[in-house]
């Protein structure tokens, strides 16, 4: 349960949400990712943390450079676990 409160807490934020649909094309690097938005360092350092916290992205680093990629296992999970909670469509309404 802890996984999927820290992955709601993650995906909360429009800054973060930002962040994965650009990695959605791809691995990015932590300044590519950066010039996308107007904040500082570390507030950009902030939300790949709670992104990592959540295992919404992973990284690697190369050199000096950080690069992050999206993990979709932890979104797929979520899904599945709304579709569960809201459970077959034939089946609302009946006791």
């Given at each position: 349960m802890t996984r999927r409160n820290d992955t709601f807490k993650a995906i909360a934020d429009p800054s973060r949400r930002e962040i994965l649909r650009l990695l959605r094309?791809?691995?990015?690097?932590?300044?590519?990712?950066?010039e996308c938005f107007d904040m500082t360092k570390p507030t950009m350092s902030h939300h790949f943390?709670?992104?990592?916290?959540?295992d919404l992205i992973s990284s690697r680093r190369a050199g000096q450079t950080i690069w992050y990629s999206?993990?979709?296992?932890?979104?797929?999970?979520v899904i599945a676990w709304a579709i569960d909670l809201v459970g077959p469509k034939n089946g609302r309404g009946k006791k």
């Open positions: 094309k791809g691995e990015m690097t932590a300044g590519d990712l950066a943390a709670v992104l990592k916290d959540a999206l993990n979709t296992t932890v979104l797929e999970d």
